[in-house]
């Protein structure tokens, strides 16, 4: 990298994908009320798209604030089930519930990304998946959510697709790091176009 790159997030799955790309960055949590803005926007009756990008754009702004000359890149997953949001299950009931309503239907995952330099944002991308769960009974799920909870409480819907959670699933659409919180093709591919990452 010819400039430095800050991760505006706490995600080790975000600082994983980063690293296993070789590509060179420091972490800085970004202190926002995102509860507080979720339900704002939701008021307003945002498009889960621009929920996505508006809550990965304030991360990014605020900690670009504090690293002048650097790229802050912030992140946000949103699932969508027609128009309703999910956001990450508070308890292993609030995660059973989440997977009994999208057991046997398709939603949708979006993954936002936007990069700020100098506190202006200079790039974005918003990644979409769609899903297809299979109609799960609801022993199976009891007992999915009492063995993963300690790992599926940080994730919206209640599943990771990169564990036990693929066989929740029939069919999935969409590239597999967007599914992971990051698109991290097209992050990449725009690293290499500016000159930051050789290829």
């Known amino acids: 990298m010819t400039q430095a790159l800050v991760l505006a ?3 080790e799955i975000r600082a994983s994908l980063l690293r296993q790309a070789a590509i060179p960055f420091e972490i800085e949590k970004a202190r926002i009320d995102e509860a507080a803005l979720k339900a704002a926007l ?12 508006k809550l990965a754009e304030m991360k990014a702004l605020k900690v670009s604030a504090r ?4 790229l802050v890149l912030g992140c946000d997953q949103v699932l969508a089930l027609g128009g309703e ?4 299950p ?9 997977l009994t309503r999208l057991s046997g239907r398709t939603h949708q995952l979006l993954s936002a990304a936007v990069v700020c330099l100098d506190g202006e944002p200079i790039w974005r991308h918003v990644g979409v998946v769609r899903l297809d769960m299979a109609k799960c009974s609801e022993s199976y799920l009891r007992d ?8 599926i409480r940080h994730s919206v819907g209640g599943y990771k697709l990169e564990e036990e959670g693929v066989r929740l ?6 590239d597999y790091f967007t599914v ?17 990452l050789q290829r």
């Open 85 to 88: 949001v999910f956001s990450k």
């Open 9 to 11: 997030s706490g995600s």
């Open 42 to 53: 939701l008021a307003e009756d945002a498009p889960p798209r621009d929920l996505a990008d």
């Open 90 to 98: 508070e308890s292993p009931e609030d995660a059973l519930d989440q």
């Open 67 to 70: 690293h002048p000359g650097a």
């Open 180 to 196: 992971l919180g990051l698109p991290l093709v097209e992050l990449i591919n725009w690293l290499v176009l500016r000159g930051d």
């Open 169 to 174: 699933f029939v069919r999935v659409m969409g």
């Open 144 to 151: 999915y959510v009492d063995r993963n909870w300690a790992s």
